[in-house]
């Protein structure tokens, strides 16, 4: 079975960040690839050669993930989505949980 990862992302995710006491902090596009390179390297649909299935999953939701950002980034108005993407095991197998 696929692991399966659901991300729900909110306007509020990038590119501004909002303290307390100070004002928003606007995110580069860099600064968001580096915080995501984790989530990339997790999903890569290189991945998953061996798991046709899930390799197009984890494709489509980066795919949607990007365009998502890019809108936001650029100051654009969008709705919040939910994405999935599937998780390898420690074994190499594909696994799945809902978050």
Do not use: W
């Amino acid at each position: 079975m696929a692991k399966i990862l659901k991300l729900n992302l909110r306007r509020c995710f990038v590119p501004m960040v909002y303290l307390t006491t100070r004002p928003p902090i606007t995110l580069t596009q860099q600064e968001v690839a580096t915080a995501l390179r984790p989530l990339y390297f997790a999903v890569h649909p290189d991945l998953f050669y061996q798991f046709p299935k899930e390799k197009e999953i984890n494709e489509n939701s980066l795919k949607q993930m990007n365009y998502y950002l890019e809108t936001i980034l650029k100051n654009l108005p969008t709705d919040p989505v939910s994405l999935t993407f599937c998780l390898k095991n420690a074994t190499q197998n594909v696994g799945r949980s809902e978050y």
